[in-house]
């Protein structure tokens, strides 16, 4: 029994510092990049992005700093697989994408600012309060970008339109968390480039809906008395 309990506390303190070990060599620019990748692909694919950053800790694919360990817990990965399931497929239907997208309106920010503070918060109380503000703002234009694009989709007649948009996400998550991870510097003028294209796409499609909805507005006004 002495045995079996000095070789299992000699596994975990391997694994436990193999860990620390791999936290130690993110740089500043790799933690830097995690942070933003975390909140800006949260805004997208709040449950992918748990679910993947989670599998790729448990895997060693990637050293997870301390605050986020907890998204490696069995529990946690269970819950975010089965809500990302849900989500691939709700997100990909007309109408449906919108209504989804409303009832996390309020999720998807904070989660975000929560998960980049994650990546600092657990050694420093300032770059996690600033990571948070970070992930938050980040989370919050790549959410509106995503929300006002859906809108303008769902007013075409086919469904394709609306599976396509779906999937371009799913494939700007996994390539902005793969950047973000392998390449910190290209990542960061990706996201710069990304930033700028979605301001000009959300002013744009803002036109183009008060467009629409002033032509609403005249077909369902009365018409004028004679």
Do not use: C
């Amino acid at each position: 029994m002495q045995d079996l309990l000095q070789y299992w506390q000699t596994i975990t303190g391997t694994v436990s510092g193999a860990v620390q070990h791999g936290t130690q060599s993110m740089d500043m620019p790799a933690l830097l990049a995690l942070a933003a990748a975390l909140g800006w692909a949260s805004g997208l694919r709040l449950y992918a992005v748990v679910f993947m950053t989670g599998l790729a800790g448990v895997m060693g694919w990637i050293p997870l700093p301390q605050g986020l360990h907890v998204l490696q817990h069995p529990a946690m990965l269970t819950a975010s697989g089965f809500m990302l399931f849900i989500e691939f497929f709700a997100d990909k239907i007309p109408g449906v994408d919108s209504l989804w997208d409303m009832v996390h309106s309020v999720i998807r920010i904070p989660a975000g600012a929560a998960l980049a503070a994650g990546v600092f918060g657990a050694d420093s109380a300032t770059m996690g309060a600033a990571a948070a503000l970070l992930g938050g703002s980040l989370a919050a234009t790549s959410f509106a970008t995503k929300a006002t694009t859906r809108v303008a989709v769902n007013g075409s007649p086919e469904p394709f339109s609306n599976i396509a948009v779906s999937l371009a996400e799913d494939g700007l998550v996994v390539g902005a968390l793969w950047l973000a991870t392998n390449y910190p510097f290209a990542f960061g003028i990706a996201l710069a480039i990304a930033l700028v294209l979605m301001v000009i796409l959300l002013i744009t499609l803002f036109k183009f809906l008060k467009t629409v909805a002033r032509r609403l507005g005249g077909w369902f006004s009365p018409a004028p008395a004679p």
